[in-house]
């Protein structure tokens, strides 16, 4: 995998929205994956999910009735606080400074396209980044149609890509 610095993740991460304005993604939106992106910089630790809407939903159309919305909204506001699911490792004594999420195609307003995706954005402040060896990612605990991770990691010792599969929850980012 070519290099990317932490500055160029973080742009990326920032324009984000925008890009979910624009004719959807470039990359793949494939049922029962969900991409993930983890970068670190000093103590500031950055994750990002891009999670096709069935996977969390059952369904990637705009709400039909009262029970899909109240399911939309109880799904963005369990993304919103990811503590049962997104644990970075404890010794690392990480705090969730930040956190956003975006329905993208699920407006009963807005056309779309036939898909729909959920995009989250998480902003830790590790008091001890040197240990964070490993992020332990529950989701398809939570949203059993998640089927797959596609982990894209950048770290100052390494960037690679992880796939978990069915039962696998655990990111490891030691070297």
Known sequence: MKPVSLATL??????????????????????????????????????ALDAPAVNMLGFEHPPHNETESKQIE????????PAPWLQPATAARCVL???SVQANGL??????????????????????PGRLDHID???ADHYPATHRLAVDIVLPQKQERQELGQGEFRVMLAP
Do not use: F, K, N, W
């Open 10 to 47: 973080g742009l990326l991460l920032a324009i984000q929205p925008a890009l979910a304005l624009a004719p959807r993604r470039m990359a793949a939106h494939v049922h029962g994956v969900t991409a993930v992106d983890i970068g670190l910089e000093g103590s500031t630790l950055q994750i």
């Open 97 to 99: 400074t930040d956190s």
């Open 74 to 81: 109880a799904v963005l506001a369990s993304l919103h606080a």
């Open 137 to 139: 990612i529950h989701l």
């Open 107 to 128: 407006s009963t307003t807005v056309p779309t396209a036939g898909h729909a995706d959920i995009d989250a954005r998480y902003s830790y402040r590790c008091a001890e």
